[in-house]
């Protein structure tokens, strides 16, 4: 006996559906239709209505701030080899190879009048290690180790990534990278 009450329970709680007419059927019909329209609408505006965000590149390029922070570049000619960079990188990405100079060597001085008094036999950054950071620019007293906006130096294998500051060829990049 009380299952049958509970089923009878169970029942009279369960809200009565509505006979579906021919009207409310088109109603349905036209809700649907109107709300799928509404959001086409809503999709057009924005794919007629907005111009592009891509360009084409590499045909247009963007032009990135002057303070961003991309391919570092040392100008060896001002560097005067004090290792304050290769002491403030986090990851150590930095190797630099000095000594001191003779004496009796000619004198030579970096553009803003800093003598330099050590000769460079190495400046290799290894950008694949780098994280971009900042914090070796920011202690380099002739401000010769600067954050570039070159950001195409894509490479094949990691080797490709330690860039020797001291080769003829990237000393060419002086040309083209070093505002003065």
């Known amino acids: 006996m009380s299952a049958e009450i509970e089923i009878h329970h169970l029942s009279s709680t369960r809200p009565q559906e509505e006979s579906l007419t021919l009207g409310k059927w088109f109603r349905n019909i036209w809700t649907g239709l109107s709300t799928a329209l509404k959001g086409m609408m809503i999709t057009g505006k924005y794919i007629y209505g907005v111009k592009p965000v891509t360009i084409e590149y590499p045909e247009v390029r963007e032009q990135l701030p002057a303070n961003s922070r991309s391919r570092l570049f040392n100008d060896a000619e001002n560097c005067i080899s004090c290792y304050q960079c290769a002491t403030a990188c986090p990851v150590d990405c930095i190797y630099i190879t000095a000594t001191r100079r003779d004496s009796d060597a ?12 050590l000769d460079l036999h190495q400046y290799t ?9 900042g914090l ?8 010769c180790l600067t954050h ?3 950001y195409e130096f894509a490479q094949y294998t990691l080797g490709g ?3 020797d500051y001291l080769a003829p060829d990237i000393r060419e990049w002086r040309t083209r990278l070093v505002k003065d």
């Open 106 to 117: 000619e004198k030579i001085k970096t553009k803003d009048g800093t003598p330099i008094r």
């Open 125 to 133: 950054i290894d950008t694949a290690l780098c994280c971009y950071c």
């Open 136 to 143: 070796c620019t920011t202690v380099c007293p002739t401000e």
């Open 148 to 150: 570039t906006t070159d």
């Open 161 to 163: 990534f330690k860039y």
